[in-house]
């Protein structure tokens, strides 16, 4: 069972909730711009996972099946627990990892390339992980944790997750000792030196503790969010290939056979000694810092605002319908809804060719709901039509009436 897909309700309420908090202190986490552009990564997440998940999960059923060291019965409540700390345990060298080493930053990367630090932040999700993220949980395999049992507390660590990316929160005393607390989360998501890499744990910061990777938020050190070399842009399928499109260069431009291969596995930020000579990268200055925005119009927000909950919606109930769709359909499915995330992110871009994707995105509305219909998923009867109709010709009103900035 996808247990992510059921709390998408709860998610989506948080969230709202969490704009109340704002507007009752009179404070602004969020900007549109931002939150869609994380929600679509981790749209983009949840839906490429549905052609990639499989990798992980047949090599730990494997491992476990045929090189398991003991046999663990998935019935007694010991084996949960048990599993759920081992799994953070798995999770804290996955995760510290992923910042420490150049390739696995370029997955892990997307969840931290954010400015803002919202609840929306936390469903800012890689599609790139499965890569290489598999290998850090064969241990429980190995040990002879259950399938069923894996997979539920892996679902139960990311669920714990979403709660501490948040601002409203303050320090929790006592509880941040043992557990991951908003506060010592939102020092994980800074830039500023003091903070680098820091806190890796899921739901324990016993881990950081214990390796001596703790660090305190600290007064003194207001924490500035996002990553030391900036997206810079709303493209969410960018932000998948940013990271990895830069090593792919500096290795292209080495000199050496052995920089073009070790670049992948160096540390976060390693570059050979010819290349970063000859292309330097500018450096950010956080006393300069100023957040990535592109000033849209009200009628442009409102526009992008709408497509993008219409189609988080049908995307959702993709999700749920995935495993009945054939390969051919659910390739299509996911291709439309890439296409409209990367819209929305040209969109949100002002650039001049953002109406044109979004003529473009509606005209493949018909074929895509027409092979839906044709194999069983969805009925158009009873006025569906007409008010596929009125969403289009209202959609395309919309687009000539609204003015895009050229940039």
Not at 27 to 50: E, K, P
Not at 78 to 83: D, E
Not at 135 to 164: D, K, T
Not at 307 to 327: E, I, K, M, N
Request: charged share 15%; net charge neutral; glycine share 6%.
């Amino acid at each position: 069972m996808n247990y992510i897909v059921y709390a998408i309700p709860f998610f989506v309420g948080l969230i709202a909730l969490e704009l109340l908090v704002d507007r009752w202190r009179g404070v602004s986490t969020y900007r549109l711009a931002d939150a869609i552009n994380s929600l679509s990564a981790g749209v983009l997440s949840q839906i490429s996972g549905l052609l990639t998940k499989g990798l992980g999960l047949l090599t730990y059923a494997f491992a476990w099946q045929h090189l398991a060291l003991f046999d663990i019965p998935s019935e007694p409540l010991w084996v949960w627990v048990l599993a759920f700390v081992l799994y953070d345990f798995c999770y804290y060298w996955n995760h510290r990892l992923g910042h420490e080493r150049n390739v696995l930053w370029a997955a892990h990367s997307v969840h931290h390339q954010s400015e803002d630090y919202n609840l929306s932040t936390a469903l800012r999700q890689t599609s790139t992980g499965f890569i290489f993220g598999w290998i850090f949980y064969l241990p429980m395999a190995l040990l002879g944790v259950p399938p069923l049992v894996f997979l539920s507390v892996a679902a139960l660590n990311l669920l714990y997750q979403f709660w501490v990316h948040t601002r409203h929160i303050p320090k929790l005393g006592w509880f941040e000792w043992v557990f991951v607390s908003p506060s010592n989360h939102r020092a994980h998501h800074a830039q500023n030196a003091v903070y680098m890499d820091r806190n890796y744990g899921g739901v324990f910061i016993l881990w950081d503790r214990l390796f001596g990777t703790f660090q305190e938020e600290l007064d003194e050190h207001p924490v500035i969010y996002g990553v030391t070399r900036p997206l810079a842009s709303w493209n969410p399928l960018w932000a998948n290939l940013q990271f990895y499109a830069q090593l792919y260069s500096d290795a292209r431009r080495a000199e050496s056979y052995w920089d073009k291969l070790r670049i992948w596995f160096m540390r976060t930020g390693w570059r050979p000694a010819d290349v970063d000579a000859k292309y330097p990268l500018a450096k950010l200055d956080l006393r300069q810092f100023v957040k990535y925005e592109v000033p849209l119009s009200g009628a442009q927000k409102a526009y992008v605002a709408l497509q993008f909950g219409l189609s988080v919606l049908a995307g959702s109930y993709l999700l749920v319908l995935s495993s009945s769709l054939t390969t051919e359909l659910l390739l299509a499915s996911l291709g439309w809804l890439a296409l409209s995330l990367y819209s929305f992110g040209v969109w949100l871009e002002s650039r001049p060719a953002a109406r044109y994707w979004e003529w473009l995105r509606l005209a493949l509305n018909v074929p895509l709901l027409v092979c839906l219909e044709r194999a069983g998923l969805l009925s158009l009867a009873n006025g569906g039509w007409l008010l596929l109709a009125g969403y289009s010709l209202g959609s395309l009103l919309w687009l000539s009436r609204v003015a895009i900035a050229q940039r």
